[in-house]
C-alpha cells in the first residue's frame, strides 16, 4: 500500500466525483449522511498508490492525500508547499 | 483660469492619485486638462469607455487608499448613480464632480441646476447620502476640492462638487492654496495586500440577518456626524431683510446683485445661500423665518431646492420660488422684478 | 508517508456555500495554490463578482473587493493603474463577464490594461436561478430558455475569449476545463502562466477562461456535468491557446 486518502466527510458534499476518478474504485459514497445530510464519500484505502486524482477534482477540497515517497521526491514536495505535485514517482 | 481648470489644478494640489473620465460638455476642459497635467504629476489619469466605467474605476482606486476623482455633467452623472450607490455602501472615499447642464434627457448644453434632488436625495439605490457642495465662484470651486479630499477620507463618503456650465466655463483671477494640509488618520481598511495582517475586505454585500440594517444605522449615525460638523451657509443682509432670496451656485452670484440694487431702491433684501446642500442648512434657515419674511427661493429648476426651504421654514414664513429650467438662466432685473412684487404685495 | 496533497493557505479551511460538483470550488483551489506557488499572496489583491462567487472572500484569503455586476475590470483598472506594484486579478462569471460587464472586459484589454482575469464560463447565470447566460449553448434549457435556447432572438453562444483575443492589448488568452485531473493541471498551469505575466509586468491583459460544470441548474448529476461540457460545451468553446504573445 504505497498511499492513503483522509477525507473530511462532515465537509464532502457526497458529489461524486473524487469516485468518477479513482484509478482502483477504491472510494464508494457512505451509507449514513453527514450533519449537512450529504452522504459524504469514504476511501476503502485497499490499494490506494496517492496519485491525488481523487483530491485534484474535489470541488471542496475535503481529500488529503499522503504516499510513501523515495528521497529525491522529498526535496521536491519541501519546494512546493501544497497543491498536487506536479512530478509524482514512484 | 476657468473653473474647470481651476478645480482641476485644485485637486492635483490636493494630492489626486488617479483621474478618471469620461468626455461631455460642458466639463471637457477637465479631461483634457487631466490627461496632461496628471501624468506630468506621475499620476494616473483614463480615459474610459462610460462614465459608468468611470465611477467604478474611482471605487477601484479608492479602495486601495488612494484620493481618486471623476468628473461629469448631468447625463454622465446620472449613469454613475450605481456606483455612488455602491461607494455608499462600501464606505469609500471619493470626489464626483457634476457640472450641471440642461434636462431631462440630453437636454443642451447651457448651465442648469436641475439635478438638485438626484444629488442630495442620491439618484441611487439604498439609503444613502453623498456630501453635496455648491460653490459660487471660481475661486470657491477651487477652495471646496481638497475640502471635498478631506472630508471623503474623514468620514468615508463620496463628495459631490455640483457645479454648472457657467461656472465651469467662466474665467475669474484664482489663488490657489497650496499649503500642505494637516495628515489625515491612515487608510488600514485599505486593499494593500494582506501583509502580515489579516485579509481587508471592501464589500457592500450583506446577507446574514440584520448585518446591512446594522451597516445603515451605522451610516446614519455617520451622516448626522456630518449634519452637525459638516453644514455651511452664507447669509448677505439677512438680519433686517423683508424679503430673503435662497440661492446656491451661480444663481447666488445674480441674487446678490438682484439684492444691492433691491436696496438701492429702499426695499430691505437678502439673501442666504446654501454652500453645502447636503447637509442642507436646514437650521439657518429655520432661525432667519422665525421673523416674518417672505422667502424667494431662486433656482436654474423648475423648484427642488424649494422644498428642502420649506421644510426649514415649516410654514413660519411664506415661500415663493421662480425658477429657470432646462438651461435658462435668471437675470438680475428678472429677480429684481420679482422683489418688487413680493414687496408691493407685502406692504398691502 | 508524505503528504502530497493538502489545503492551501489561501484557501480557507472553511464550508463553501457552492454546489455539490461546482466548478467554482475547483477555480478557488487552483487560484489559491497559484498565488501561493508563486508567493504573491502579501501583494494580491482580488475582485470577486457578481454571481455565485460573490463570497469568494470568504474562501480567498488575500485583500478581496466585491463590485457591482460587471465592474470588476474597470474596478481592476482603477487598482491597477494606481498600484502598478500589486498584482490584480478579477474572478468572474458568464453573465458578470459576457453579459452587463462586456464593454468593461473588452475596454480593460482594448486599454492592455495589466491585470489578470478569471473568467468561469459554466454557461449560465447561476446564483439568481439558472437563467439563460450569453455562453447557453443552443437547445440548452434554461430558466429562461424553456424550449432550449434558440438563434432567433436569443442569440448564439458568445465565444467572448475569440472576442477579446483579437485585440492586441490582450497578451495572454486561454480556454481551459475542469471536467478531469487532467485539465484541472492544465487550468493551474494557465492560471500560473497568467498571473507570471503580470509578475513581469508584461504589458497587457491575460485572460483564463474555465468551462466549468454548475449540475444544480444543468439538472445534472456531477459526474454527467463533467461529461457535458468534454462532449458538448468543448464543441462550442474549443480549449486551448487562444493567444500568448508573451
Not at chain 1, 459514497?29 to 481523487?54: E, I, M, T, V
Not at chain 2, 471637457?28 to 462610460?50: C, D, H, L
Not at chain 3, 506594484?85 to 458568464?94: A, C, P, T, V
Request: aromatic letters at 6%.
Amino acid at each position: 500500500m504505497a498511499g492513503k486518502i483522509k477525507i473530511n466527510t462532515e465537509r464532502c458534499k457526497g458529489c461524486g466525483l473524487c469516485i468518477t476518478v479513482c484509478p482502483k474504485n477504491g472510494i464508494v459514497l457512505s451509507k449514513h449522511p453527514n450533519k449537512h445530510g450529504y452522504f459524504p464519500a469514504q476511501a476503502n484505502n485497499h490499494d490506494c498508490n496517492g496519485c491525488a486524482a481523487c483530491a485534484t477534482i474535489c470541488p471542496d477540497v475535503v481529500i488529503e492525500v499522503s504516499r510513501e515517497v523515495n528521497i529525491v521526491e522529498v526535496k521536491e514536495i519541501k519546494k512546493q508547499n501544497c497543491g498536487i505535485k506536479t512530478k509524482i514517482n514512484y | 483660469m476657468c473653473g474647470n481648470e481651476a478645480l482641476s489644478e485644485a485637486a492635483i494640489i490636493a494630492g489626486l492619485d488617479a483621474y478618471f473620465g469620461y468626455p461631455i460638455t460642458p466639463q471637457n476642459e477637465i479631461t483634457a486638462y487631466m490627461s496632461r497635467r496628471m501624468p506630468e504629476q506621475g499620476k494616473v489619469f483614463v480615459q474610459s469607455e462610460s462614465e459608468l466605467a468611470a465611477i467604478n474605476m474611482v471605487f477601484g482606486a479608492s479602495a486601495t487608499g488612494k484620493r481618486s476623482m471623476t468628473t461629469s455633467s448631468s447625463p454622465g452623472i446620472s449613469l454613475m448613480q450605481e456606483g455612488i450607490s455602491y461607494l455608499a455602501g462600501a464606505e469609500l472615499p471619493a470626489v464626483v464632480v457634476n457640472v450641471m447642464r440642461g434636462g431631462p434627457g440630453l437636454g443642451n448644453i447651457s448651465p442648469s441646476q436641475g439635478d438638485y434632488f438626484q444629488a442630495t436625495r442620491g439618484g441611487g439605490h439604498g439609503d444613502y447620502k453623498t456630501i453635496v457642495i455648491a460653490p459660487s465662484s471660481v475661486q470657491e470651486l477651487a477652495d471646496s476640492m481638497s475640502r471635498a479630499f478631506d472630508l471623503a477620507d474623514i468620514y468615508r463618503m463620496t463628495v459631490l462638487i455640483l457645479a454648472d456650465g457657467i461656472l465651469g466655463q467662466m474665467m475669474e483671477p484664482v489663488v490657489l492654496d497650496k499649503k500642505p494640509k494637516p495628515p489625515l488618520p491612515a487608510k488600514d481598511w485599505a486593499l494593500t495586500g494582506a501583509k502580515q495582517r489579516p485579509q481587508n475586505i471592501v464589500r457592500s454585500l450583506w446577507l446574514k440577518d440584520g448585518a446591512l440594517e446594522k451597516l445603515n444605522y451605522k451610516l446614519q449615525e455617520k451622516y448626522r456626524q456630518v449634519q452637525k460638523n459638516e453644514t455651511r451657509c452664507e447669509q448677505y443682509m439677512v438680519d433686517d431683510a423683508d424679503i430673503v432670496i435662497v440661492a446656491y451656485g451661480i444663481v447666488a452670484r445674480i441674487a446678490i446683485s438682484a439684492v444691492n440694487k433691491a436696496r438701492q431702491e429702499g426695499i430691505k433684501a437678502g439673501l442666504i445661500r446654501p454652500i453645502t446642500l447636503w447637509p442642507f442648512p436646514t437650521e439657518q434657515i429655520d432661525k432667519a423665518s422665525e421673523e416674518l419674511r417672505i422667502f424667494l427661493v431662486v433656482e436654474m429648476s423648475c423648484g427642488q431646492m424649494v422644498d428642502d426651504v420649506k421644510l426649514a421654514i415649516a410654514g413660519k414664513s411664506p415661500v415663493v420660488f421662480h425658477g429657470r429650467p432646462g438651461g435658462g438662466v435668471p437675470s438680475v432685473d428678472e429677480i429684481l422684478e420679482k422683489i418688487r412684487q413680493l414687496t408691493v404685495r407685502n406692504s398691502v | 508517508m508524505k503528504t502530497v496533497f493538502k489545503r492551501t493557505p489561501s484557501l480557507k479551511d472553511t464550508q463553501t456555500h457552492y454546489c455539490p460538483g461546482c466548478g467554482h470550488g475547483l477555480a478557488h483551489r487552483l487560484l489559491a495554490e497559484a498565488i501561493d506557488e508563486l508567493g504573491i499572496h502579501d501583494r494580491t489583491i482580488g475582485i470577486a463578482p457578481v454571481g455565485c462567487a460573490v463570497l469568494a472572500y470568504d474562501y480567498l484569503d488575500v485583500d478581496m473587493i466585491e463590485v457591482a455586476h460587471g465592474r470588476a475590470p474597470a474596478v481592476a483598472t482603477g487598482m491597477k493603474r494606481t498600484n502598478p506594484d500589486k498584482i490584480i486579478f478579477s474572478y468572474q462569471g458568464d453573465g458578470d463577464l459576457a453579459a452587463i460587464g462586456t464593454a468593461e472586459i473588452i475596454h480593460a484589454a482594448h486599454r492592455a490594461e495589466q491585470i489578470t482575469v478569471i473568467f468561469i464560463n459554466n454557461a449560465v447565470f447561476g446564483m439568481t436561478g439558472g437563467q439563460m447566460a450569453p455562453t447557453t449553448l443552443l437547445g440548452q434549457v434554461t430558466t429562461t430558455t424553456p424550449q432550449g435556447r434558440q438563434s432567433n432572438g436569443q442569440g448564439f453562444p458568445l465565444q467572448i475569449s475569440e472576442l477579446l483575443a483579437i485585440l492586441p492589448g490582450a497578451i495572454y488568452v486561454e480556454r481551459c476545463s475542469v471536467y478531469n485531473p487532467a485539465q484541472i493541471s492544465n487550468t493551474k498551469k494557465a492560471i500560473k502562466h497568467a498571473f507570471e505575466l503580470q509578475m513581469n509586468g508584461a504589458k497587457g491583459l491575460s485572460l483564463v477562461e474555465v468551462l466549468s460544470p454548475c449540475p444544480t441548474y444543468w439538472h445534472m448529476s456531477p459526474a454527467r456535468s463533467m461529461e457535458w461540457i468534454e462532449k458538448e460545451m468543448t464543441k462550442v468553446f474549443p480549449l486551448g491557446k487562444l493567444k500568448d504573445i508573451a
